[in-house]
């Protein structure tokens, strides 16, 4: 063999055994994201939170429908209806799964933290009272509108039983006057 296939040949070899290393590595890792990338992601949000309301409350958006569902510690689905800013009727839908129908859990948020400026003041305290080496928060905002399209948080640790939540907004409808 010459001597050109016997570096390419340790040259692959190496090559899957760095990605075996990074793969076993990346399983054991203890936590599911690391304080850093968190702490990141709180800075960007308290960042952005300020431009998204700002632009959220210049549209004068009062009276609105939207979909809620919500999984991990609650599982639940909902259609919100807001009138006023105020949250004027709830609709429950069927729980997706039968076992798992949790919307009475202390973890869940109350349907009122629920509307647009409940999610906003919701985000905003968890953004300043998280900690970053134990628990994680990831928010999506609406380009159009500004409001809380997407939040996922929970505690950073692989392995624990019901650690975090999920909540997403769907046919956000804004009602005209």
């Not at 599911?32 to 004068?60: C, D, H, M």
């Not at 996922?152 to 624990?160: D, F, K, L, Q, S």
Request: charged share 20%; glycine share 6%; with cysteine.
């Amino acid at each position: 063999m010459s001597r050109f296939w016997k570096v390419l040949g340790y040259g692959v070899v190496g090559f899957f055994v760095c990605f075996l290393i990074i793969a076993v590595l990346t399983i054991l890792n203890p936590y599911k994201y690391s304080p850093w990338e968190v702490q990141f992601n709180f800075n960007k949000i308290r960042e952005e939170l300020p431009t998204v309301k700002a632009q959220w409350q210049s549209l004068g958006v009062e009276d609105y429908d939207v979909e809620v569902s919500l999984s991990g510690i609650c599982v639940l689905t909902l259609t919100l209806e807001v009138r006023n800013t105020s949250l004027s009727r709830v609709i429950k839908h069927e729980a997706p799964m039968a076992t798992g129908w949790r919307d009475r859990s202390p973890w869940c948020p109350s349907t009122g933290d629920l509307t647009v400026s409940g999610m906003f003041d919701m985000v905003e305290h968890k953004s300043n009272s998280l900690d970053s080496s134990e628990d994680f928060m990831f928010v999506k905002f609406d380009p159009e509108f500004g409001y809380v399209r997407e939040y996922w948080a929970g505690m950073n640790h692989p392995g624990v039983s019901e650690c975090c939540i999920s909540i997403t907004y769907h046919n956000f409808r804004p009602i005209s006057p």
